[in-house]
């Protein structure tokens, strides 16, 4: 079943704001990636991560490989309004077939 | 044109009918998989396949089958629909290892 927990399941924050989210997992992950989605589409990747403690940037998005290999992060910075979307993590197990997992989501809406 | 393409996007159909949903490529990659989407759970794992004529199960294969008789053609099939498979379903592509996946723009599923 899922191994991924992600967190929150929603936000709600002012155009401009700083927005957080992350991912952890009970396994230990060799890849963690982070998607979005929009309406009517399917998920795009943003980042993806493959060293414990590495940190990459896309633009206005960060996101962190947890040292302990069992979490991640995200942050996006300064929010506008196109940033509007579920935001998805993903990972795949250093034991297992070579597949993902995915977190349950974590939509973000954006008041103007 | 989308290098991702899902047949049909939409469909409403009744229960105990066959469903067949499409998923074509132009990326020329080897890897295909079909994953449903629900409401709070993420993206669950259906069907994967390596290459031509190879199958494999994911965390909730029950219910469905899959067809690759093509690189660039993965195709899923409801044997008999049930109102519980009523989702949104997409299909992915990657090359060399699991970790980009490529989504297409997905196909909503209703089964009354």
């Known amino acids: 079943g899922q191994q991924l927990n992600q967190s929150p399941q929603s936000m709600f924050i002012q155009e401009g704001e700083d927005v957080s989210m992350n991912c952890t997992s009970s396994?230990?992950?060799?890849?963690w990636l982070w998607y979005k989605q929009e309406p009517g589409e399917g998920p795009v990747l943003l980042i993806a991560l493959y060293k414990a403690g590495e940190l990459t940037s896309n633009g206005r998005l960060t996101a962190q490989f947890g040292i302990t290999r069992k979490d991640s992060f995200l942050n996006i910075s300064a929010s506008i309004p196109s940033d509007v979307g579920i935001y998805f993590c993903?990972?795949?197990?250093?034991?297992?077939?070579?597949?993902?997992?995915f977190g349950q989501g974590t939509r973000l809406t954006i008041n103007p | 044109d989308a290098d991702v393409t899902q047949t049909p996007r939409n469909r409403i159909t009744k229960t105990g009918k066959r469903i067949m949903l499409e998923c074509s490529q132009t990326k020329g990659h080897d890897r295909m998989y079909w994953y449903r989407q629900d409401p709070g759970l993420g993206l669950r794992l259906i069907y994967y396949s390596f290459d031509v004529k190879d199958i494999n199960k994911g965390e909730i294969s029950d219910g469905y089958s899959v067809s690759r008789q093509a690189q660039a053609k993965f195709s899923l099939s409801l044997e008999s629909a049930i109102p519980n498979q009523t989702a949104l379903y997409f299909c992915?592509?990657?090359?060399?290892?699991?970790?980009?996946?490529?989504f297409g723009p997905g196909t909503r599923l209703t089964v009354l």
């Open positions: 396994s230990i992950f060799n890849t």
């Open positions: 993903a990972g795949r197990r250093i034991q297992g077939a070579q597949k993902l997992v």
């Open positions: 992915a592509t990657s090359t060399g290892s699991a970790d980009t996946q490529y």
